[in-house]
């Protein structure tokens, strides 16, 4: 299969239709959503000794990439059975712990400091494009991530990264892409090339980077409360990916209805695409009645992240929480996870490779 992301207005087509097709929920039509998940460790690894052996997996004692990466890649059918239609990777992932003695060390990054390419990342997230796109699958790439944009001192570094990765992306061949170029631009980057009233000088570098006249299309996430993109930033992107953390469902609601009643977005409506939530089945039905798209954020124990609290990380693989905090057991295998995928089968109806 070859599987083309592309957009109509507010609506996701694959392949040149509407996804989700003819579905409808409580009444609702959810044609054009792109229910997706946040995957961002998918091809993690850390480059620094003094942290790697975190990330150890309970049952061989030692870290591995590759293992990573493949299991997450042998879960994505299972994920589509659900219907899920996009995960949300990362080139510089997202925390993984946020006690600061490990969240100031460790180093998760596809590029060196000085913008050259760690090739083991993108053999990688090769591997996962190819999968998904033989699933009917989209992948939203997200570039950075602000913990390890602080080991990139240069902006026209951060700027050719920006260049030289939409051109490998395009290179692959590949028509399943999305781009998230920052995670979260907000003030608190503290560097204000990433922030919002800069974040449009990286979005415009994307948009002109063609191959045979196909670009990719861009987008940059907020943060999560009521933040909302502005200036240029709102106005170029050709997708729309607000954050819900924090967000009660009403007030996701009232965020989402502010975004779509912004002048640029009035003037050239987008898909409104949630890549990054919470665990909240009660937030994904909120977007979804708002004609928006949702992502799934299941961090882990161990993380020290807000609602997981202080418990810590399982000790036997086959019980290990979340996605996001490493070693990552990529299963359907906590009832936090089967509360999301049971209730997105229900409302989309499923995909292809049928799974238990």
Not at 136 to 156: C, H, K, L, N, T
Not at 292 to 317: A, I, L, M, N, V
Request: charged share 25%.
């Amino acid at each position: 299969m070859s599987t083309e992301v592309a957009t109509d207005g507010p609506r996701v087509l694959i392949n040149g239709r509407p996804t989700y097709e003819d579905r409808t929920w409580e009444g609702r039509s959810i044609e054009g959503l792109l229910m997706n998940s946040r995957m961002v460790q998918a091809v993690f690894d850390d480059c620094e000794p003094e942290t790697r052996g975190l990330w150890a997996y309970p049952d061989t004692g030692v870290w591995d990439p590759e293992r990573n990466t493949r299991e997450f890649i042998a879960a994505l059918p299972r994920y589509r059975a659900h219907g899920l239609l996009a995960v949300t990777v990362g080139l510089q992932g997202g925390g993984p712990i946020y006690n600061p003695e490990v969240y100031t060390k460790y180093e998760n990054s596809a590029f060196e400091p000085d913008g050259t390419f760690r090739p083991a990342y993108f053999d990688r997230l090769a591997r996962v494009l190819e999968t998904a796109d033989g699933l009917g699958m989209v992948v939203i790439v997200s570039f950075f991530y602000v913990q390890m944009v602080r080991r990139i001192p240069e902006d026209a570094t951060i700027k050719r990264i920006t260049e030289a990765v939409c051109g490998w992306l395009l290179d692959t061949g590949r028509h399943n892409i999305l781009v998230d170029l920052a995670n979260e631009s907000s003030s608190f980057w503290k560097r204000p090339l990433m922030e919002p009233d800069r974040i449009h000088e990286l979005v415009d570098i994307a948009q002109h980077v063609t191959r045979n006249g196909r670009r990719l299309l861009v987008g940059v996430s907020t943060s999560g409360g009521k933040q909302l993109p502005r200036g240029r930033w709102r106005a170029m992107e050709d997708i729309a990916l607000p954050h819900g953390n924090g967000c009660t469902p009403d007030a996701l609601t009232n965020k989402l209805r502010a975004l779509r009643d912004t002048d640029e977005h009035r003037a050239n409506p987008r898909p409104i695409i949630v890549n990054e939530d919470s665990v909240s089945v009660e937030n994904m039905e909120a977007a979804v009645r708002e004609g928006c798209s949702w992502g799934f954020y299941c961090q882990g124990y161990g993380s020290g992240y807000k609602s997981w609290g202080p418990q810590p990380r399982e000790t036997e693989y086959e019980a290990l929480s979340g996605f996001q905090t490493p070693p990552i057991n990529w299963g359907i295998n906590t009832p936090v996870k089967r509360a999301f995928f049971d209730r997105l089968r229900e409302i989309t109806g499923g995909g292809p490779e049928a799974a238990s």
